[in-house]
């Protein structure tokens, strides 16, 4: 089975911290996704990444970077945290390699907290 | 422009009845996935089905079908019978079958089953 892992499930940061969300991946998957997820707006893509060292931007960016150095881990950088980054994150990972048909498998979420 | 449409917010009916999730979504592409998750309460989204654009056959799986409607575009979710875990947010989502892997997701729907 596919394990998509986060490195923590509950966090709480003070605004103005950096923050890093760790998502890794154990089944060498190409394609990686994060998310937030908010009440009565969904999923929302933040960033993705097809490749080692590749992103591309999804919907909502803005006051997020990612890092992705090696294959099975992709990371989430809150550079300055505030309390509108208060939220469920959630990490997403794909086949790629043409496999155009998979689902995204998720891993468990990270509520962020930012006080 | 992709977007899913999940009306229902929230619903909630009595266990062992039947109940319908609504899904409707827009794309400009002639070849598409859909997707349905579910989210429990420990929070990470389970996938339950994918259909490509081009399969309009209803799928039955155990309590669970689902109506894939091109002329209405609409991919609706029907559990049978349903029971106190069925209890979850269910989310629809929609994928190009062109360029990145990215879904777009509706904003869900919380389903409660009253014992």
């Known amino acids: 089975d596919v394990k998509v892992t986060q490195s923590s499930r509950y966090l709480v940061k003070r605004t103005g911290e950096k923050v890093f969300l760790e998502c890794v991946q154990d089944?060498?998957?190409?394609?990686m996704f994060w998310y937030r997820q908010d009440p009565g707006l969904g999923l929302r893509l933040i960033y993705f990444?097809?490749?080692?060292?590749?992103?591309e931007k999804g919907d909502i960016p803005e006051g997020y970077s990612v890092s992705r150095e090696k294959k099975e881990r992709f990371s989430l950088i809150l550079e300055s945290a505030s309390t509108n980054q208060t939220s469920m994150y959630l990490c997403?990972?794909?086949?790629?390699?043409?496999?155009?048909?998979?689902?995204?498998?998720f891993g468990p979420g990270t509520r962020l907290t930012v006080t | 422009a992709q977007k899913v449409t999940q009306a229902q917010t929230e619903i909630s009916v009595v266990e062992k009845e039947d109940v319908t999730l609504d899904c409707v979504y827009e794309?400009?592409?002639?070849?598409?996935?859909l997707f349905w998750y579910k989210q429990p309460p420990s929070g990470e989204l389970v996938f339950l089905i994918r259909r490509n654009s081009f399969d309009e056959q209803n799928e039955i799986s155990g309590r669970y079908s689902w109506n894939f409607q091109k002329s209405t575009s609409s991919f609706n979710f029907t559990i049978t019978a349903s029971q106190v875990v069925d209890s979850a947010v269910y989310f629809c989502?929609?994928?190009?079958?062109?360029?990145?892997?990215?879904?777009?997701f509706g904003t869900g729907t919380r389903l409660t089953i009253i014992p």
């Open positions: 989502a929609l994928r190009s079958n062109f360029g990145n892997e990215k879904l777009t």
């Open positions: 089944m060498d998957h190409e394609n």
């Open positions: 794309t400009r592409d002639t070849t598409y996935y």
């Open positions: 990444s097809y490749d080692v060292k590749m992103k």
């Open positions: 997403a990972s794909t086949p790629g390699q043409g496999m155009v048909f998979s689902e995204q498998y």
